[in-house]
């Protein structure tokens, strides 16, 4: 056994689970806002030299990717697997920005979930023995995703105050059995939750249920409470799904207000970047749990944290056919390593 | 440890991972072709009820999990957790078709290399414990998958030789630690493998050099020749991509021809068909392996089996925007349970 079965979504992971190194690159609005500080690299230009923006979305991968390799001391070849996927049709910016690490590859396609998604498998793959070092990797960019999912920028469509601004970035993490900065414990595989949302300009509300329901059964499986851990972080649910997020908890009986911490709500100012509802996309959570979460448990600031990245099941072609929004969110427990370890 | 590492990119799993049931529902075309007699449902209509070839393709996907897991002698609660994914931008038809099943989900992309990848994942999580009953699904659905990826269909476009025709169908197989109809003894996992290619209508050689890849390392890894299996079994990759994949492999010093089958050139019926180079699509080698090549193991006419479902990793925008087609393939070992087993 690498694991034990908790209640009915969880694994706590008896085999040891380390993140080596974090790694993330963003573009100027991300290096602009309040976590600027913190990204290891910065691109000024929007398109990192490329031609498109699924090309230049494709080089964060594989810079951060590259960064977070090196970072840990090893060479791509070193890297048994990666869990990899980002939003775009067919998972394009993945395909081509590791096309040339060469490293074997499970693709992934969680929305704004992924990197909970590809912690969690990568985690688990570690604990179970599969490979000593694994690569978690997602990402997003403004351009592609309005592409993909919205209106041609060339339309400067109003955006509502609810709709959120897709970051451009990406995160890696490596993940290996020993030393390293933190080390993740357990997972909760989440399910889809649908409540007939159809607005794809508030992503916020589409999610909530997904993220609540991921949260409301981490707590049942593991037989925590919300102050058991020092921050429950979202991914993307941005001001607005954060309200509903709060009501529905409440409604099981759980206050997580002085817990919760919101990727989407942390990356933008929201008085100076005019982002509405905060930030999106799979490299926001990505980018911050990189940048800003993984040191603050290698600092031990905090001891004991829920990384929950949350995803927006939709397409244009769902979307359009006039179906709902469906959510999905996947959990990972990451915690300070003690003394020794 | 639930799995000894072999070589560069295999795992040879140490804990029992046994495939209890397999399901496949397909359309008409499916359905009068050399397999028809073996699938499990056959739907008449395309649309199967449903107003759009997106809402057809989840139909399929739900009904191919509920049968599995209805032939496993389980209910949905029972299974811990699935992996599942499809060809459709963002994975639609997988989102919407098993969002009833209330189980919790790990969405894949893997072009048509997903029942692979699918089956991978879920034996790697049964061999560590990570759950008694783990589901592995994929779908693809033929007028989905042209309006995804080529042209309307109302437009009639004429179709090269080297053409293959994507499957409408669904294959879902439920595994388990005991019991069940066959076992999963090993895995490889597929690096993505580009040539260049950039042709759409000629998939098979895009992923040729994928499948030649993953098969060549399953061998290295595991120290096996090709006569160690009684079938090396591709996903989709026709008669045009078998040839490339024959003079690969030779290259490197193997012969498969003797135990070579490709599960796009047995699904259709080339005299009387007009399907060009075969079938593809995840559907192909996901309907394939749970109405024929499963009960081949089960009665035991083949001991032990190399399935390798192969994925062209393209999408209308990398195409349009002048990309490559790269190829990945994913590989599982998969043997006749022995006396007593």
């Given amino acids: 056994m690498s694991g034990q079965l908790r209640g009915k979504q969880s694994i706590e992971l008896s085999g040891p689970v380390r993140i080596l190194s974090g790694a993330s690159v963003v573009g100027s609005k991300e290096g602009e806002g309040p976590l600027g500080e913190f990204f290891d690299a910065v691109g000024e ?4 030299g490329c031609e ?3 090309e230049a979305e494709s080089i964060l991968q594989k810079e951060a990717a590259t960064m977070a390799i090196g970072k840990a001391g090893l060479l791509p070849g070193d890297i048994r697997m990666m869990f990899a996927g980002d939003l775009l049709a067919q998972s394009i910016a993945s395909s081509f920005g590791v096309v040339d690490l060469n490293i074997p590859l499970y693709g992934l396609y969680g929305a704004c979930s992924t990197m ?12 179970a023995g599969y490979g000593e070092h694994v690569l978690a990797l997602t990402s997003s960019h403004f351009g ?3 592409k993909e999912f919205r209106f041609p920028l060339e339309y400067g469509n109003q955006r509502p105050l609810s709709a959120t601004w897709t970051v451009t970035g990406s995160g890696a993490c490596v993940l290996g059995t020993s030393g390293g900065k933190a080390k993740i414990t357990g997972v909760t595989t989440g399910k889809i939750i649908d409540y007939g949302f159809k607005d794809s300009q508030n992503m916020g509300a589409c999610m909530a249920p997904a993220a609540c329901d991921t949260i409301y059964q981490n707590l049942m499986d593991f037989d925590r409470l919300p102050k058991d851990y020092d921050k429950i972080i979202t991914g993307d649910l941005g001001s607005v799904g954060q309200r509903i997020l709060f009501d529905l908890l409440s409604e099981k009986g759980f206050d997580i ?5 919101d990727c989407g709500m942390e990356i933008y100012d929201p008085e100076t970047q005019d982002t509405h509802a905060g930030g999106s996309g799979c490299g926001c959570a990505a980018t911050v749990f990189a940048s800003y979460i993984l040191p603050q448990l290698a600092l031990k600031k905090w ?10 099941l939709l397409s244009k072609v769902s979307f359009n056919e006039g179906q709902s929004v469906p959510g999905i969110a996947h ?3 990451v915690e300070a390593l003690q003394k020794g370890e």
Same sequence: chains 1, 2.
Avoid: N
Wanted: charged residues 15%; negative net charge.
């Fill in 45 to 48: 230009d929007p398109m990192f």
């Fill in 52 to 54: 498109s923006w699924e």
């Fill in 116 to 127: 909970g998604e590809s912690l969690a498998l990568g985690a688990m793959a570690v604990s």
């Fill in 144 to 146: 592609s995703a309005e």
């Fill in 257 to 261: 207000s002085a817990q919760h911490m």
């Fill in 303 to 312: 001891k004991r944290v829920l990384f929950v990245p949350t995803g927006a």
């Fill in 331 to 333: 959990a990972v427990v």
